[in-house]
């Protein structure tokens, strides 16, 4: 019994710290698209690894994908 109450509780934790780095990953985009005005085209912004997993901890590093048409790939580009 105490074994799973660890467990969730690591797990809860993760989800958490996932969560709020999760926030500050949206404030950015948020405050890079204010930076460069309204994108050329709709774009979807993925998070994979381990914050598609809610795995992340302080010190992990959240891997982003961006999809959008080639076309408009410069605008993009300065996201980075």
Not at 39 to 67: C, H, K, N, Q
């Amino acid at each position: 019994i105490q074994r799973s109450l660890i467990k969730c509780s690591a797990i809860e934790l993760l989800a958490e710290s996932t969560a709020k780095q999760r926030a500050l990953l949206e404030k950015m985009v948020n405050d890079a698209l204010l930076v460069l005005g309204k994108p050329p085209t709709p774009f979807a912004l993925l998070g994979v690894g381990s914050i598609a997993r809610e795995e992340m901890w302080l010190d992990a590093g959240a891997t982003l994908v961006i999809l959008h048409p080639s076309q408009s790939s410069d605008y993009f580009l300065r996201l980075r």
